[in-house]
């Protein structure tokens, strides 16, 4: 049975509430009262509830102030609100402050009862559901000694385990299993990491550590049966070293391998080239599948002497930037990369002059031309990626005032955009809407600063009493003025920038939906869900696939006829 306290200042309620609700033949028992936040705060310490319904309207702390308390020191605890009111406001902030359920004193429907204890329950053993997934995942990351290999190779990379006796000697325990021998060292990125980091809950890192790992071993040990030994660097970020040597028809056979190690033969010294393309191809869809990334790889020079696998792996950190002036993601070898050239400060400086100029009398055919000629150069001269990121977010031209849409998707981040491509694409699309901006009919400065201030906070509690404090105009006369000047109410226009926000991030692919929907300002995921479908037509699921990640939009077209492209 599932445990429930009853919070409420007022006796007869919850009298009504023990003696009006079959408890049992429902599945539940009441363990606790209390008559205000405080009071609920210590029962909840003392028995630890499944589940609190919570009157809204109580002295000492009010059920709101409460919900924020528990949402913060007890999570596991699902929440429901009691109000006499029927105003869906109180709904909508019971939600915000991460209510599960909503339910009416009075008339107290059983109908209504039930239906918000039945989605606490079934909220509760979901969330468990996925906790013993978790602990079962990390007895499983105990058993695959991945935390062990990771340390090892940590020890490799730092140098404590310099000599070759030391790395042999020190693997062994945990079976690694490395020799006197020639190796080739892989080293894999998940590409775009920054926005990959982001998509999940830093308490899952272990779980999609593991799961990356997993698939990246048993393809390995599927597609081709090499010996490999797999370690963990940091977050999104691993290392293959390969067993190179002889020839296919001679290879010799090992067996007894310890897990992550591969049984099987040597590489092939005359097709590495050959087995990386095809295991890359072999992994892209899978990790495409369960975990939605691409990898990116970089392959070092044949290690030959132990002592070298810190120099070679250094090496490859620094091959993964070529990934940069890639338009397809593909293996990086050390063979055939050339490094990164001197800046060319008189042609980007040229170029930063002449967007200047355009931007000052702007046309889209003067800016398409612009972007074609600043991605030759970049593609010509192949500067340093940093560099060129850096010189990318300078041209920042401003924006104007008193737009409606002046407060557009903020100027882009380009410092962690993955390749040429996608850092030019951003900065296309953000021209395209900032000139769109530019012929908003312009409106009252107190209406441009409060919809600045609605677009800035779109993740927070947004009411027209809020919004008038910030312009400093009185509710009503706020919400006249806006309704004239916008077109629609201020509620509506909030919950349409929000769904537009949403779209935006679905289209970016950079969250988890709950993630974003809690960026739009939704704590509560059904009803976001709903509201999505109302605006759209369709689930954010459904929405997310209709569409493709839009940065590379403008640049495909332009980029055409460039002098060369080494990706």
Known sequence: MKSVILVDDESLIKRHL????????????????????????????????????????????????????????HPDIRCIILTAHRDFNYAQRAIRHHACGYILKSPLQLAEVQEALARASRDIEANRTLSETRDAQQLLLHQ????????????????????????VRGGQPIGIRLAKAEYRLLLCQVDELEQYKQRYPRQDDSLLEFSMLEIVRETLQEFAPVRFELFPIALGQFAILLRQGGSAAGARMEAGAGVGTGVGAELDDGDVAGFVVEFNRKLERPMRQYLDLQLCMAIGRPIRLLRKIRKVHGECAALLAQRFYQREVHPIFAEGSAPFLAWPGEVFDSLQREFVRIWGDFSQDGFDAWLHKATNAALQYRPGPGKLREWIATLNPGSGSNYIAESMPPWPDFAHAASLYQALGRLAMW???????????????????????????????LTLDII???????????????????????????????????????????FRNYELAEKVGFSNYPYFCTMFKKHTGMTPNQYRSSVKPHYNVGVEQIVHTAPFDQG
Not at 42 to 56: G, M, S
Not at 443 to 449: G, L, N
Not at 481 to 499: A, H, N, P, T
């Open 431 to 461: 021209v395209r809407e900032r000139e769109k901006a530019s012929h908003t009919t312009p409106v009252r400065t107190e209406i441009a600063k409060a919809i600045q201030w609605i677009k800035s906070r779109l993740h927070e509690e």
């Open 144 to 167: 695959y000694q991945y935390p062990l290999r990771r340390q090892y190779f940590d020890h490799i990379l730092r140098g404590v385990l310099a000599e070759p006796e030391e790395m």
């Open 18 to 73: 023990r003696e009006y609700i079959p408890w049992t033949a429902w599945g539940y028992r009441i363990v606790g009262e209390a008559a205000n936040g405080e009071e609920a705060r210590e029962v909840c310490e003392a028995l630890q509830p499944d589940i609190a319904l919570i009157d809204i309207t109580m002295p000492v702390m009010d059920g709101l102030t409460l919900l924020d308390h528990l949402n913060r020191d």
């Open 468 to 510: 008038a404090r910030e312009v400093q105009l009185s509710s009503s006369y706020l919400g006249q003025l806006f309704k004239k000047e916008v077109g629609s109410s201020i509620v509506d226009y909030i919950q349409e920038q929000r769904m537009e926000q949403a779209k935006r991030y679905l289209a970016s692919g950079e």
